[in-house]
């Protein structure tokens, strides 16, 4: 095989190809050491180069760290914010019981004050009052809506789950309440007055 290699390189050996092709072998190799992982031959060590992904994936002691959320908490467009509510028209969220003041009006023929007095799994509790005089508790399951209706002399309230109650003739005061969801003891309710 010396001899078949000795038979190559004699007519590059003669045109001065030969000097040409060890110098380019060379280098060749130079670069190849240059970008190896191996050790270089003086004892000094290179660089490894960092892979780009490397550099952007967090560690896993990172990752540990950053917490995962368990669920999905729905907002109120109005959080707690219960002020929000004079007027009778609010979405706010409630988790323990709270007296919510409909109108700031002694005079005004509206709904309210507004208790939820229980938020419970699958439903609240409730109490409203109307300018007749009485107060009217009522349990509200979530996804349904109750209307409190009213005049000067009666008052009564009314559930559907299914669509919102429609206007009741001779009563002038409607006040609905939609529980929206109830999600890890906090319920987000939708007040509307009519």
């Known amino acids: 095989m010396l001899n078949t290699l000795m038979t190559c390189l004699q007519p590059l050996a003669r045109s001065g190809r030969l000097a040409r092709f060890l110098l380019s072998a060379i280098a060749l190799t130079a670069l190849a050491s240059c970008s190896s992982n191996e050790p270089a031959v003086d004892?000094?060590?290179?660089s490894t180069p960092v892979p780009p992904s490397a550099s952007t994936t967090p560690s896993a002691s990172t990752a540990a760290?950053?917490?995962?959320?368990?669920?999905?908490?729905p907002s109120a467009q109005d959080g707690t914010n219960y002020k929000a509510c004079l007027g009778g028209n609010c979405?706010?969220?409630v988790?323990?019981?709270?007296?919510?003041?409909?109108s700031d009006s002694p005079v005004d023929l509206t709904a309210g004050p507004f208790t939820v007095r229980k938020v419970n799994a699958g439903s609240i509790e409730v109490r409203m009052a109307l300018p007749a005089g009485p107060s009217l508790d009522v349990t509200i399951k979530k996804g349904c809506t109750t209307a409190f209706y009213g005049n000067n002399a009666d008052g009564l309230a009314h559930t559907s789950?299914?669509?919102e109650p429609e206007d009741i003739l001779?009563?002038?005061i409607k006040q609905t309440v939609?529980?929206?969801?109830?999600?890890?003891?906090?319920?987000?309710?939708n007040l509307k007055s009519e």
């Open 43 to 46: 004892g000094s060590s290179t």
């Open 65 to 73: 760290s950053e917490p995962v959320p368990t669920s999905i908490q």
């Open 91 to 93: 979405e706010i969220a």
């Open 95 to 102: 988790s323990k019981p709270v007296t919510i003041t409909l």
């Open 161 to 163: 789950c299914t669509r």
């Open 170 to 172: 001779g009563m002038y």
């Open 178 to 189: 939609t529980v929206k969801s109830i999600t890890d003891g906090t319920a987000i309710l």
